[in-house]
C-alpha cells in the first residue's frame, strides 16, 4: 500500500472527531478537570463570603475567588494541548520509511488503519520517554519501541498507557540485576518492572529489532512485554488480562492454558517452551503468535486464536491473506535511487536515507 504521510497535514480535532480516537480520553480529562476547578471554586467562594464580611471589597475578592479555580482546569488539561500540539505536526518522513521497511502488521493495515496507527505512534513517542543505557538510540529503535506499543491495543480506541512511563533501550541482553556485558547468563531479552521500577520497561536493541525483522518466527519481544501489561491493567501481571475477558470467561481461560501448556510439555505444539514458565508467561508468548502469525494459530489453536482475538479485540482473519504474501516476499529494501517510502516522490538517497540508522547488530 503506498504510504500516505504526506497528506498528513490535516487538523488533528477533525480527525479525533470522525473517529473517536483519543476523544474518550479527552473528554474523560476535561470532565476531571471540571470536578476539581468546582470543588476548587466553591471553596474559594466560601473563603472570599468571609472576607467581604469581614470588610473586604466584594467585587475584587469575588473575581479572585475564581482565579485559583481556573488554575486547577489549566494544569490538569495541559495533557490534552500537548496531545493536540503532538498530533498537529506532520508525521516525520524517517518514522514511515521506518513502518513501511520493519513493521509487517503496519502494511497490510487499511489506508484509514495506516493513518489511526501513525496518530497513535506519535502520541506514544510525543509522552512516553525512550532512553538508551550505554546504546544510540535511533530512529529506527524508536518508532519500533512505539510500534510494540500500539500493535497490541490496536483494537481499542481509547486505550491510555498509563502503566508505563518509560522505555530502557540496553546494546544487548542482560542478567537479573539489570546487568550487560561479556559475562554468561544474560540471557534476558526484555522485562517490565515492579516495585520501585513501576511503570518501566527495558528492551535489548537487537533483539528489538531482530523481532521485527524476522516476522516469520512467531517471536517479538516489544510485543511480549507490551502483552505484559495489558495483561497488567487490573494491577496484577499473573495470565489473565483485565480487558476482554469477563468473570464467566476467566474460569474457560484458565482451563484453556492448562490443555496447551500440556500439550508443549508433551512436545506436540509449536508453542514456544517458554510459555511454561507460568500463566502470564504463557499469554505474552502466545501473543507474540498470534499477532505475527495469526492464520497459523488459527489453523492450530483455534480455540485459543479465538480467546486472544476477544481479548485484543482484533479480528486478524481479515488480514491472513494479506500478512501471508507479505512473509513471502523479502523485506523491502530501498536502493540509493528507489523512490522514498515515505511516499515525498524524491530518490531515498535524498530523502530520508541519512534519517533512518541501518542498526548494525
Known sequence: MPPAAADDTGDSEAFAATTGLFAGWERSTRQWALVCAALTSAVSLFVAVALVRSGQPPGITMVLALLPAVGVYVWLTRAVRRRRAVLRQPFPSEWEAVLQRDVVFFRV??????????????????????????????????????????????????????????????????????????????NILGMVGTGSLNRLMIL????????????????????HEFAHLVDKTDGVIDGVPGVGLDRQAVGPWLDLVRRKMDEIEAGDSDINRYALTNEAEFFAVTSEYFFERPGVMLRKHPALYAALEQVFNQDLRTRVGALRRELTQKRPKFGRNSPCPCGSGRKFKKCCRGKVSSSRL
Do not use: M
Not at 535489548?204 to 510485543?223: E, T
Open 109 to 186: 493495515l487499511e489506508p484509514t488503519e495506516q493513518q489511526r496507527f501513525r496518530r497513535q505512534i506519535q502520541v506514544f513517542l510525543g509522552e512516553k520517554r525512550i532512553s538508551g543505557v550505554g546504546v544510540e538510540v535511533d530512529e529506527t529503535t524508536r518508532v519500533l519501541v512505539a510500534a510494540s506499543a500500539v500493535i497490541p491495543i490496536f483494537g481499542f480506541l481509547d486505550w491510555e498507557w498509563n502503566e508505563i512511563g518509560e522505555v530502557l533501550v540496553y546494546p544487548s541482553r542482560f542478567d537479573g540485576d539489570f546487568q550487560f556485558g561479556d559475562k554468561h547468563g544474560q
Open 204 to 223: 535489548s536493541k537487537p533483539d528489538l529489532i531482530n523481532g521485527f525483522r524476522n516476522a516469520a518466527d512467531k517471536r517479538n519481544v516489544g510485543i
